[in-house]
């Protein structure tokens, strides 16, 4: 009796600890995910206000040098020089760093002038970074232990990837998914989907709305179908390395040959603001309307995506802020599109498995990019677009956007390796 007796009181505190342990984070998580959101939903009209005074007046293009001194200036004065980017914010999750608050209001209006003046760039590097020091400001505030620091700081980028995009479950897998590959941090799932769905509902109150296409007809399940989405998964990976490539080695040459931040930002938006005069304002900003073209079955140029690389590797490793992801879709749309109408696929479809093979070759989430495909296509095309994701994700071994992300496990064998990517 009295070992049956030890048995129902240890029964009791474990079921007393997870309690306590679920009301805590679902209190701060909700905290954060609801300050994410608000913060969220300003950074989304901010980014919109300016696109919407660039595309009134394309002459601001030619400012991108001026913009790029005041955000250098920016970095220089508060000391976040060399520092301050989303390998930061994944690194955290992993380590006992710091992140400091004055990165938010900082990367949030780099971001907004990179922006206004046509910097090719999107905007959820920022969000991650904005959600990622929120988090970490909220729960020193509730003098959380390191552990749960590590939860804090996913929670903040879940909420601000929701915030964005109108996708919480795909934010809650992607912020989960992103620090190590191989490993998802389960003990973090309550937390971060609670965050997602209180940013996601926040920015629905403030009159923002998910993003969603409709790509019309997919295909039926065939294994010609299948073949052929294979096609543009094998195309993705190829592609996502030149791009994770042409971003590294940009940035390396870029601080090599101008030691000067400000100098590196001068050169490097004259560089863009050329290009733009050359070829139009079509690779400006995040390029959303050349993205929801696609989705629609738009005819796009063949050689969309490859000045999509060219103009936001330039902007990004120059020295100007943003984010990778939203020309990253561009970059998938467009390529899908372009080898959809080779192999005989409905453009429309094909530009969706490009954007959603892209995404996951060049952040090497796979389960976030199949939940992402039913985000924003519906949950008809799953296996398709599943097809897509696994050999993007295998093709395109380990280069990826974030090289402080962690290939935990090999994608060509069950065999540990532990390795950034490149």
Request: aromatic share 10%; net charge positive.
């Amino acid at each position: 009796m009295k070992n049956i007796g030890n048995q129902l009181h240890h029964s009791a505190v474990r079921v007393y600890q997870y309690a306590v342990a679920f009301v805590k984070w679902i209190l701060i998580a909700a905290v954060i995910g609801g300050i994410g959101g608000g913060v969220g939903a300003s950074f989304r009209y901010a980014i919109e206000f300016v696109t919407g005074i660039r595309q009134a007046n394309p002459w601001l293009c030619f400012l991108l040098p001026l913009g790029g001194l005041v955000i250098a200036f920016l970095y220089r004065i508060t000391k976040l020089s060399g520092h301050a980017d989303t390998n930061l914010i994944i690194n955290s999750v992993r380590t006992d760093s710091r992140l400091p608050l004055r990165l938010a209001p900082v990367i949030f209006l780099s971001t907004v002038i990179t922006h206004l003046f046509g910097g090719s760039a999107g905007r959820e590097g920022a969000a991650l970074q904005l959600g990622g020091t929120l988090g970490s400001a909220i729960g020193r505030l509730v003098r959380l232990d390191e552990k749960d620091m590590h939860i804090a700081v996913m929670c903040g980028m879940s909420g601000l990837f929701s915030a964005l995009f109108g996708t919480p479950l795909t934010a809650a897998i992607f912020a989960m998914e992103v620090i190590s590959v191989g490993i998802i941090y389960y003990s973090s799932f309550v937390p971060c989907i609670v965050s997602a769905l209180s940013a996601y509902w926040i920015t629905e109150l403030l009159g923002l709305h998910p993003v969603q296409a409709d790509i019309g007809a997919i295909p039926a399940l065939h294994i010609s179908s299948v073949l052929q989405t294979a096609v543009i998964g094998v195309g993705c990976a190829l592609v996502s390395i030149v791009f994770c490539l042409a971003l590294r080695y940009t940035h390396v040459l870029a601080a090599r040959y101008f030691g000067n931040e400000y100098l590196r930002v001068l050169f490097g938006g004259a560089a863009v603001a050329l290009l733009l005069l050359l070829f139009g304002t079509r690779y400006a900003g995040t390029g959303s309307d050349v993205i929801l073209s696609a989705l629609s079955g738009g005819r796009v140029m063949p050689y969309d995506f490859v000045l999509k690389i060219l103009f936001t590797a330039l902007t990004i490793g120059f020295g100007y802020k943003g984010g990778e992801i939203i020309p990253t879709f561009f970059i998938g749309a467009t390529l899908g599109s372009v080898l959809g109408s080779l192999i005989g696929l409905p453009p429309a479809y094909a530009a969706a498995a490009g954007l959603i093979a892209m995404f996951c070759a060049v952040v090497n989430c796979p389960i976030a990019s199949i939940i992402l495909s039913v985000e924003l296509f519906g949950a008809k095309g799953i296996v398709l677009f599943a097809v897509a994701v696994c050999i993007s994700f295998m093709l395109s071994g380990y280069y990826g956007l974030y090289n402080g992300q962690k290939i935990v496990y090999s994608k060509r064998r069950a065999r540990y390796i532990n390795r950034n990517t490149k």
